[in-house]
């Protein structure tokens, strides 16, 4: 390419977009008619509109229209701008109708999917029962929810399967923001929203609460009374002396417990 269009080209990369993508078009929304720098923008101001009824998204697959950002020319979804020429995308994939020029995210789109995923094709496997893609690290590695992925993180409630957050596969199979899941263990909170299993190991906490239950002797009347529990970490029912800090499981040793009968004498 040669002349003012390569100028535009050289400039144009990097240069154009909004605060989720670098590329070099717009699209016209086809549930509205309206343009918009990508289908993120769409729906964070169609998601504000005052009648809730007036509320969509943008179904990415029915986008047929793109506007060139740096000669303005609409035309159909393609990566190069039949006007100037310039490349919209230096990402672009078809079947999403999506552009992006920073290519150093790893793009690719995965089939089974049905969208495209960043991070590099080669660092990534489709799980077909969780229903998304994964870490290579957690291939053999991981607990296999059925389309564990599509629900809504569980503690900011926005929908995980193409989220622009990491996300994270805790120890049960359930998966929510990667910063959620760091913010909620801040806070002290190490049990999984959905299942309640615990998301780390927590011997050395449950070996700190054996100290404690042995220092902290429980009333005569209390002391003989047992309760039936329910362990949140392998799912066993086991009875057990009743104790204010905590019940133990008798099977793999956690307090992360819940009693399911109130505390009685031994018949």
Known sequence: ??????ER?????MGYGCDHYRRRCRIRAPCCNEVFPCRHCHNEAAGMLKNIYDR???DRYDVKQVICSVCDTEQLIGQVCTNCGVNMGEYFCEICKFYDDDTEKGQFHCDDCGICRVGGRENYFHCKKCGSCYSISLWDNHRCVENS????????YEYLFDSLKATTVLKCGHTMHSECCHEMMKRDKFC???CSRSVIDMSKTWKRIDEETEETVMPEDYRHRKVWILCNDCSDTTEVYFHIIGQKCSHCKSYNTRSIAPPVLPQ
């Not at 390419?1 to 390569?6: I, K, T, V, Y």
């Not at 080209?9 to 990369?13: D, I, N, P, R, S």
């Not at 992925?149 to 900011?156: A, N, V």
Request: aromatic share 4%.
């Open 1 to 6: 390419m040669e002349g003012p269009a390569n």
């Open 9 to 13: 080209l050289a400039f144009g990369k």
């Open 56 to 58: 969509h998204e943008i």
């Open 149 to 156: 992925m599509r629900h809504h993180c569980p503690i900011c």
């Open 192 to 194: 999984c929203p959905i």
